[in-house]
């Protein structure tokens, strides 16, 4: 089933005339599975629909955010009511701590929290802090996990990154990561050695819980207990990343999840809402270090923007109205539909791994289990590109690389599953 792709095409063009290869951020491009990315025109419940009218599946959720589909009703309510009001007034507004109430309540560790608007400001800000209050240099990240794009950050940093097969990126001088360094995921004997080697220098080691910039690779059984107690024995901070798990894989993140309760938290898409959104939070007697309180410089025009503020206030409001039935029910239809295209997948004589926690997944085209970056590498993105491709022509929109999670959201129904399946199905029929 071939699509209409014209009109896209037409868009592409226009972009890539002014845009850095068309787009606003690089993994849209569909660099690595090839074939016309599809210029949206609009979204509605679990529905994409591009400029040439196809209607797509999407279980790409603009990369996490959307847990609730797109222009769920609460949300468009909040925005347009708050934009009626004005949209920015560089001054304080009540909505902030509405939503820093709602993070609070969904993180009992989080004492007092800081809005920021990207994921990227989150992090970058969160270590800030942890240097701040340890007086310490050194941070310790794991390859494959993305923090988003601030420039110490960016050492084997899985995601985009992974997906352009680039080793970091150009521009960073080698002195900005030279406090950086990278370990292998899932491994906490190396981890115990670098805290040897660099003995109270290591200010704070930052993990995505479930990792998702390398496609989903969960923790191993144990894996965060002792991340936990070897950084609190060397009194190193702990910061959980959930701009991805926070509000996905449970209400209160993967902390919730697994028991685990780290120094800093890190969030941002869900709690946006869908507009820009990040935040970083924990113990006021970390928090305090922050200006104006303290010397620990970060700031942002727009952050506590109301718009955004408004939107991420009605999607927690939401999920915490509905998070009993919402979590569980996730967990089901996601168990189904990863389930039901690994079955296909093996039916039809295709190495496949399947990684899951609840709403977030990766189908990965390889035969061995997928536990860290090295063997997250070891797949067949050509198979993969294949698939996405022909999932895409069958009316489902995953996202454009191996290495990125995929999200169900609440609005997604058993039908939407059983039609993703059947496209599977005619996917790997059409294995060249
Ligand atoms: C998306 C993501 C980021 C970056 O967030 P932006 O809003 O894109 O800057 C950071 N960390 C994790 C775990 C993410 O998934």
Known sequence: MARCVEQSRKLQK????????????????????????????????????????????????????????????????????????????GASI????????????????????????????????????????????????????????????????????ATLGIPGSAGVPQEFTQFTLALPFNDTEALEHAFNKFKHQIACVIVEPVAGNMGCVPASGGYLASLRAITQREKTVLIFDEVMTGFRVAFGGAQELYGIHPDLTTLGKIIGGGLPVGAYGGPSEIMDL??????????????????????????????????????????????????????IAKDAGIAMRANRVGSMFTWFFTSDAVTDWNSASKSDTQAFARFHRAMLDNGVYLPPSQYEAAFLSAVHTEENVRQTITAAKRAFALKS
């Open 94 to 161: 009540a909505q902030e701590a509405d939503l820093a109430e709602l993070v609070i309540s969904a993180f009992p560790h989080i004492q007092k929290v800081r809005f920021v608007s990207s994921g990227t400001e989150a992090t970058m800000s969160a270590i800030r802090l942890a240097r701040a209050y340890t007086k310490r240099k050194y941070i310790v990240k794991f390859e494959g996990c993305y923090h988003g794009h601030a420039d110490a950050l960016l050492v084997k940093a899985g995601s985009g990154i």
């Open 290 to 343: 922050v200006a104006p309180l303290g010397p620990m410089y970060q700031a942002g025009t727009l952050s506590g923007n109301p718009l955004a503020m408004a939107a991420g206030v009605a999607t927690l409001q939401a999920l915490r109205d509905k998070k009993a039935e919402l979590y569980p029910q996730l967990e089901k239809l996601s168990a189904e539909l990863v389930d039901g295209v690994a079955t």
């Open 14 to 89: 226009r972009a890539e005339s002014m845009i850095p290869g068309g787009v606003s951020s690089p993994v849209r491009a569909f660099g690595a599975v090839g074939g016309d990315q599809p210029f949206i025109a609009r979204g509605n419940g679990p529905h994409l629909w591009d400029a040439d009218g196809n209607q797509y599946i999407d279980y790409l959720g603009s990369w996490g955010p959307l847990i609730l589909g797109h222009a769920p009703q609460v949300v468009v309510e909040a925005i347009t009511a708050a934009a009626r009001n004005g949209t920015s007034f």
